[in-house]
């Protein structure tokens, strides 16, 4: 018997039903990720988001211009991914220093303490606040050798950063929680480099393993240093030290103190690829005399009232732009000028800082004060 046009109608209109209620969320999240492929101008790793933030409904909003591209996805149970990808070509020219903030924050020194490397074959950084916020953001340098991409001024594109700030509710005291904040932004990182057509080298597809940030606590003796501070000399009231490993992060630090470190007394930084860049036009856009800065010379005394000074190295991996490493003494505000001894151990200090993070990075001798 045939059946009526009313009839199968019908019938569409239960298999319909049928499909939403059971196989059309497979259509329904098909949908979704159309939206999140077309998120951050196409680079956002879809299947590394859905790994991470799960199988649900994932909203998304996106902002995309002229070499940066931001997007935000948000899911059920306060969990989201915010991304940018910052073509980092730009970051050293007039006007764009680190007052226009034209690449993402690395999370410095955040309250949960001094940001460590990603590792894992990643120039990266891993930072977080305190641990009950579940929050982490992750930054990754990429290096471009040659670019099928052009900035806006028709340079080939040299670099690329990767930033993600997750948010997961999870602890991250458990090193197994750890990594899982790190995978949107790897995945991400590397669909970039495809649609830059950046040739770059890419670190590991998964990170195993990821360290926590180094709290004020977590003071050592100077002398059995390993890490940012290694080969670093004590001094008088220069004893103890806060550093983090070195896995080729794009900014390194290493702080210094008392015998209990209730007084932090030096800070050590070195700077590579746009982030030294970034640092050197924001001295040219500071500049309030004719002084020689980080922006116009290798070497030099920052503050000739204090203990500050600079150096630099070549770097031939990071796109020919050179390192920058600096080193401030830290003190109260009324605190007396330094002694022509302090003054001397602040360069002696920088410089054997320099000379380890130059080597670990590939670069050249350092040229120091």
Known sequence: ??????????????????????????????????????????????????AVLGDGRLDVETDS?????????????????????????????????????????LGGSSARGLAVPVGSGWSGLFAAGDDEDGKATVTLVLTCARSTAKTVTGKPVTGLVVSVRTELGATLDDPANRPAYTRIATGTAAKAADAYGCETRLGAQRVRTVGLPVTREEYEPLTGATGTCAGVPAAPGVTTARETARAAAPVERCLLGDDDYADERYTLEARFGPYAALERAYYAERRYDSDPTPADAPKGHLNDDDADYWASAACPGDGGERALFVVQRTHLRDAPRPTAAEQAYARQALRAFAERAAKAHGCAAPTTP
Not at 22 to 49: H, K, P, S, T
Not at 73 to 81: I, N, Q, W
């Open 1 to 50: 018997m045939a059946l009526t046009r009313k009839r199968t109608v019908g019938i569409a209109a239960v298999a319909a039903a049928a499909l939403l209620a059971g196989g059309g969320a497979f259509w329904l999240y098909g949908q979704n990720d159309r939206e999140l492929a077309r998120a951050c101008d196409g680079m956002l790793a879809v299947a590394d988001v859905r």
């Open 65 to 105: 211009g002229t070499g940066r591209d931001s997007c935000e996805v948000t899911a059920g149970g306060g969990r989201s991914a915010r991304v940018e990808i910052v073509d980092a070509t730009r970051a050293g020219e007039p006007g764009l220093g680190r007052l226009r903030d034209p690449l993402p924050d």
